[in-house]
Structures are given as structure tokens and as C-alpha cells.
């Protein structure tokens, strides 16, 4: 079954800053999709921003960008010009395009912006 | 917005007793997913659905039975709520049209058995 780790439990940041999260899979896949998922105090879960893993082009979502890295199973989320509306839990997630059934995740990392 | 509602947002409950949540999508969805969520742990699944009267067991099944009778409700049933199910539930559906398969959440249900 494949794993999403991000081992970075928690990160902070100064405020107009950039930071990077990590996140690395494990998969003998060679389709896929990966996702980000930012959950604020509210805990409603926020799609930040998704990358199909066909797709050489790193994605980008306005201040939101990925490094993605297949060979590396690597799939990081660098956060330019940090605001304080983006202190929040993020996730990082893996889908295959070929099971409808689930999502795995990995277990979050805890995101503080300091001002 | 996905157009997702889940009820009730919040719940305290007996051990022993039956619970159901709702979930509830106004966008005709095929695929829903009910998920909960735990400290360390991420978001883990617990049944989902491929359509009406059509479902099956994800990760963490065990204690949780579902039903779909219509398109837009999805049920969750703890036939007998233990403490361990105190958490927080997550319905989602899957947009399989518009955004590549990007899966979407409500806003969450908590429940504490106590």
C-alpha cells in the first residue's frame, strides 16, 4: 500500500517569508496524483493545490507552489510571502488514478507564522 | 464549495448508543467518502461509495456500517459507539469531471463518546 510521510511535524515562519514543507511517498505506481491539503483552525479541509504525476511542469496556485521530484518520490510545498492566514495544519496527499476508493494521507504538519 | 453539508456538526453521546451522521451533496456525485480523523494519524478511510446502494470498507471499518439509498446521502452509522470513536468525521466527494478526481471535504462532524 502506499505511504505519504512528511516528517517535518511542525514549522514556522516569519511573516512575508517562504517555507517549504516535505513530503515524500512510496509507490510502484507510475500514475498518480498528489494533492496538499491545508486544514486552519477551524478544521475544515482546504484544497491548496494538486499535481497529476504525468505532468513534468511543477504546479503552482498563486503564492502556493510545488516541487515535485518523481524519481525522488518527492512532493514539497514551498509557500511564498507568508501571511498569518496561512498558519494551519497541512497535508500532504497521494491518490491513484486507478482506485477510486481512497486517499491516503500523510499526518500533517503543523504550520506557524509568526508576525 | 462543493456544495457538501454534514449533520450534526457536533454530537456528544452516550457509550453504547447508536449514532448516525449525514452527509448530504447537492452536486450529483458519484463517489462519497466518509473519513475520520485522529492526532498522528491524518485522515483515514472508512467506507465509501461508488453509487446509490453501492459501497465498500476502507481502512478503518470496523464498528461503522454505511448506507446510500439515494445519490446525495451518505450515512454513517456507529451501531454501538465505543470511546475510540471519539473523533472527528469527514465526508467527501469525489469531482470527477471539473477537477481531475480532486477529492472535496465537508466541514466536519465532531463526536465524543463519553
Not at chain 1, 505511504?3 to 511542525?10: A, N, R
Not at chain 1, 511573516?15 to 509507490?27: K, Q
Request: aromatic share 12%.
Amino acid at each position: 500500500a502506499q505511504t505519504v510521510t512528511q516528517s517535518q511535524p511542525e514549522m514556522s515562519v516569519q511573516e512575508a517569508e517562504t517555507v517549504t514543507l516535505s513530503c515524500t511517498y512510496d509507490t510502484s505506481e507510475s500514475d498518480y496524483y498528489l494533492f496538499w491539503y491545508k486544514q486552519p483552525p477551524s478544521r475544515q479541509m482546504i484544497l491548496v493545490i494538486r499535481q497529476e504525476a504525468y505532468k513534468q511542469q511543477n504546479a503552482t496556485e498563486n503564492r502556493f507552489s510545488v516541487n515535485f521530484q518523481k524519481a525522488a518520490k518527492s512532493f514539497s510545498l514551498k509557500i511564498s510571502d507568508s501571511q498569518l492566514g496561512d498558519a494551519a495544519m497541512y497535508f500532504c496527499a497521494y491518490r491513484s488514478p486507478g482506485n477510486n476508493n481512497d486517499m491516503r494521507f500523510g499526518a500533517g504538519t503543523r504550520l506557524t507564522v509568526k508576525p | 464549495d462543493a456544495g457538501i453539508t454534514q449533520s450534526p456538526r457536533h454530537k456528544v453521546t452516550e457509550t453504547g448508543t447508536p449514532v448516525t451522521l449525514r452527509c448530504h451533496q447537492t452536486e450529483n456525485h458519484r463517489y462519497m467518502y466518509w473519513y475520520r480523523q485522529d492526532p498522528g494519524h491524518g485522515l483515514r478511510l472508512i467506507h465509501y461509495s461508488y453509487g446509490v446502494k453501492d459501497t465498500d470498507k476502507g481502512e478503518v471499518s470496523d464498528g461503522y456500517s454505511v448506507s446510500r439509498s439515494k445519490t446525495e446521502d451518505f450515512l454513517l452509522t456507529l451501531e454501538s459507539a465505543t470511546s475510540s470513536q471519539t473523533s472527528v468525521y469527514f465526508c467527501a466527494i469525489m469531482d470527477n469531471l471539473l477537477s481531475g478526481n480532486t477529492i472535496y471535504f465537508g466541514e466536519g462532524s465532531w463526536l465524543t463518546v463519553v
